[in-house]
């Protein structure tokens, strides 16, 4: 009878055993690296490397790591682009305040999006949403920088079809919980329209014309709870926008345009900060 119960709980411990490698195997933080699933170095999962998030030096190799083409220095100080700016000078009123973004859009960065956007690699997710934090730090320690609601650029049904998921909604919903800050979907997709990477600087601003509009019920929403945490009426509100890739700032202009009219509805002033993952 020993005998029997010994083998019965051999194979449960390896059962239990296979079990755990293969949650190991599954897990956005294993020991392969999510971009290239090459062995991430055991001294690179050290908090605190390079001032770096830890989930990002846990989760990538040191190849991958070191080659993110972090925008540290702008030159631009309205969308934050680190080369000289056409597109800020030929607008020198655009409708939001600031954008800062996190890394440039070089072919390393299209590849990782490509892989988490349309490959369903989801893993990549969590780690593309906080290469944000940098940007986020930065953005909000500009003088006079305030928001106290996160939302986020939507996209049309069709694409979430295709895709199963928002990629700006998941990385605001990542920054929300990061910052502590709540989310509310302010704006609305008026309509379908082809990829923006395919167009250039008229088409894009052709197609934003009209393409957002505000979402009244959550903005209501969300001024009720800024009423009633404060114990007056907002006739001021900072708002953050998220969006993945910021190119010449015609989506986040009109998103701006948008939100700013929502606001308006209600005798309340918007101000609009973009963060975006990538400029290109």
Request: aromatic letters at 8%; charged letters at 25%; a positive charge.
């Amino acid at each position: 009878m020993k005998e029997r119960f010994g083998r019965l709980m051999a194979i449960l411990t390896r059962s239990i055993t296979d079990s755990n490698r293969l949650a190991d195997w599954l897990s956005p933080l294993a020991d392969g690296c999510a971009a290239c699933g090459k062995s991430v170095q055991k001294h690179m999962r050290s908090a605190g490397t390079g001032g770096l998030p830890s989930l990002l030096q846990r989760s990538l190799c040191q190849r991958c790591l070191g080659s993110i083409p972090w925008i540290n220095a702008i030159q631009c100080s309205r969308c934050g682009r680190g080369t000289p700016c056409e597109d800020c000078a030929r607008d020198t009123k655009r409708p939001f305040q600031l954008n800062r973004s996190a890394v440039s859009y070089d072919p390393m960065m299209r590849e990782w999006l490509a892989l988490y956007k349309y490959r369903g690699l989801e893993r990549l997710g969590p780690i593309l949403a906080e290469m944000l934090v940098p940007a986020y730090e930065r953005l909000a320690a500009n003088p006079g920088c305030s928001w106290s609601a996160i939302t986020y650029v939507p996209i049309s049904e069709i694409r979430a079809e295709e895709r199963g998921f928002n990629q700006a909604e998941a990385m605001a919903n990542h920054i929300a919980a990061r910052f502590g800050l709540p989310v509310y979907s302010l704006l609305e997709r008026t309509r379908h329209t082809e990829k923006m990477s395919f167009k250039n600087r008229k088409q894009r601003l052709r197609d934003v014309e009209g393409l957002f509009a505000p979402n009244a019920r959550e903005i209501r929403r969300l001024l009720e709870a800024e009423s009633a945490a404060s114990g007056h009426v907002s006739t001021r509100i900072g708002l953050l926008l998220i969006d993945d890739i910021f190119t010449t700032g015609s989506t986040a202009g009109a998103c701006a345009r948008a939100l700013k009219e929502g606001g308006s509805m209600y005798g309340v002033e918007v101000s609009v900060y973009v963060l975006s993952w990538a400029h290109s």
